[in-house]
Every structure is written in C-alpha cells, then in structure tokens.
C-alpha cells in the first residue's frame, strides 16, 4: 500500500465523513441526528462532518421509510458516493417501514435499494445510539480493510442439503423385518 493510500485510510478511520438521506417521514430521527452535532453531544469532536455533497461522504445514514419515488434518488446519491462506502438505516422505518411499512408506495427496507452495513433501533433512536453506529461502522470499515474489502462480509448461497436417510433402526421398522 503507497503512503497516500495509507494517508487516506487513516484519514477515513480518524475523520468519517457523513450525508444524510431523508426519505420522508415525521423527520423525529433527522431531529435526532441535529441533536449530534449541538454542543450536547457534539460528534465534531471525534471528527465526523456532516458533508453536503454525496462526493465527499464516506457514510450515508438513510432516515424514514424508502417510497418508490425515493427509491431512485436513493440509489443515484448511494452511487456518487467514493469507495469505499457504507449505509446506516436509521429508525424504525429506515429499517423495516415503521409506521408505514405495508402502504402501497413503500418499500420494505432501505435494503432493497442499497445496501446496509448498520441498523440503528428505534423510533426515533437517541443520539448516543447514532454515535455508536458510525463507530461501529468504522469497525466494520477496519475489518474490510484488514480483509481486502467487502466481498468477505457478503453472505453465500447455501449448496444443496444432502439427502437425509433414515436410521439403520427405522429402516427395519418400515421394512417389517
């Protein structure tokens, strides 16, 4: 790895950059992320930026239940975004749809459109839990580079289930003898 590889990584891990996405919602979670960065909580601190422009975010917290309509626009910011990127789903309905989940124009999950390294419980979750998030999402971020990305967090498909025979004792069962 050259040193302005190393630089940037570092610079990842010491210094997240973070664009919020709201889907449309009581906007109770986006009250919450506001809630970061006052002087309460004060996430600047530990060097997390809330960042304008997708271009510049290494994370990407998604707040209030994916409609079709968003959906689009989801996955284009989610594009913009540099590699190496991560997603939190945020709140009850960035997870599953909350209150909405069910309603003709909502999608399941953020899932479904991006997809998503961390879930943040509640609705809507405390500021102390966002927190965690993004350092739990650095962890994660860590792990990716110490496995050489990604790839090795993906689930595989099952193989096929072997066929089951019965015990030597069922067998005599069924057979009578």
């Not at 190393?6 to 997240?16: E, I």
């Not at 997870?95 to 459109?113: A, K, P, T």
Request: hydrophobic share 35%; charged share 25%; net charge positive.
């Amino acid at each position: 790895m050259s040193l302005s590889q190393r630089l940037a990584t570092w610079a990842r891990q010491k210094s997240p950059w973070v664009t919020i996405f709201n889907s449309g919602a009581c906007n109770a979670c986006d009250i919450e992320i506001i809630a970061c960065l006052t002087p309460r909580f004060d996430v600047e601190r530990f060097g997390i930026l809330a960042k304008g422009s997708p271009r510049h975010a290494d994370l990407l917290i998604v707040t209030g239940p994916v409609t079709r309509k968003q959906a689009p626009r989801l996955r284009r910011i989610w594009e913009q975004m540099p590699e190496p990127k991560y997603v939190i789903a945020m709140g009850a309905c960035g997870s599953r749809g909350g209150v909405f989940q069910g309603l003709y124009h909502v999608l399941n999950s953020v899932e479904d459109v991006v997809p998503v390294d961390v879930y943040v419980a509640g609705c809507p979750p405390r500021p102390d839990e966002i927190i965690n998030a993004v350092v739990e999402t650095l962890r994660i971020a860590g792990e990716d580079l110490k496995h050489g990305g990604r790839e090795w967090r993906t689930k595989k498909p099952a193989g096929p289930v072997p066929p089951t025979r019965p015990a030597p004792a069922e067998q005599k069962a069924e057979g009578g003898t």
